[in-house]
């Protein structure tokens, strides 16, 4: 029996320990809500069906805003579903920032932006650069943040030490966040 990508990510995400949850643009702001701790921040959701107008996550925020925030939403280029990893581009909107410096970070992904495996993800890298429509670079992220250099296993050494993955799916008008 076949799956699909985002079977194939759901299963490869919860084998790391990290939240995952499939939703419809109708009830995205519902489960993002499920997902989010205040205060939040986060960056607008481009090239996605839905958007964070009307959640508690402040957009665009100050670099105050950002040091006292515990929730930071994103969203994701795309996600390879094989590895259970998120493809989060470094954009002039702090896409990047808001991504590492908070405690958990929330990532967005449309069920479409979901690739089966790294040649595929590869491919898109690609296809991104060739036509200068992706990020100058991107993080491949795979779970929290982890380190056990000094002994013991560490979660947030690096990053957040919390990772939850949204996956959008349905179609919906497109939305643009301001």
Do not use: W
């Not at 919860?14 to 995952?20: F, H, S």
């Not at 930071?72 to 989060?88: E, K, N, W």
């Not at 970070?105 to 590869?122: I, K, L, R, S, W």
């Amino acid at each position: 029996m076949s799956t699909s990508p985002v079977d194939s990510l759901v299963s490869a995400v919860t084998a790391l320990d990290v939240p995952c949850e499939r939703t419809t643009p109708e009830q995205f702001e519902a489960t993002l809500a499920a997902h989010v701790e205040e205060p939040a921040v986060g960056v607008g959701l481009r090239d996605q069906s839905v958007s964070l107008d009307g959640t508690a996550v402040t957009v665009d925020p100050a670099p105050a805003a950002l040091k006292a925030a515990h929730t930071g939403v994103t969203p994701a280029a795309f996600a390879v579903a094989d590895y259970g990893s998120i493809v989060l581009p470094s954009t002039d909107d702090g896409a990047e920032l808001v991504s590492l410096f908070v405690d958990r970070h929330v990532a967005v992904v449309d069920a479409n932006d979901v690739v089966p495996g790294m040649e595929a993800a590869f491919e898109r890298f690609e296809e991104h650069v060739a036509d200068g429509a992706g990020a100058a670079s991107n993080i491949i992220a795979t779970g929290p943040s982890a380190t056990a250099d000094m002994g013991e296993l560490v979660l947030g050494a690096h990053g957040p030490s919390e990772v939850h993955v949204v996956v959008v799916e349905g179609d919906a008008a497109e939305v643009e966040d301001e």
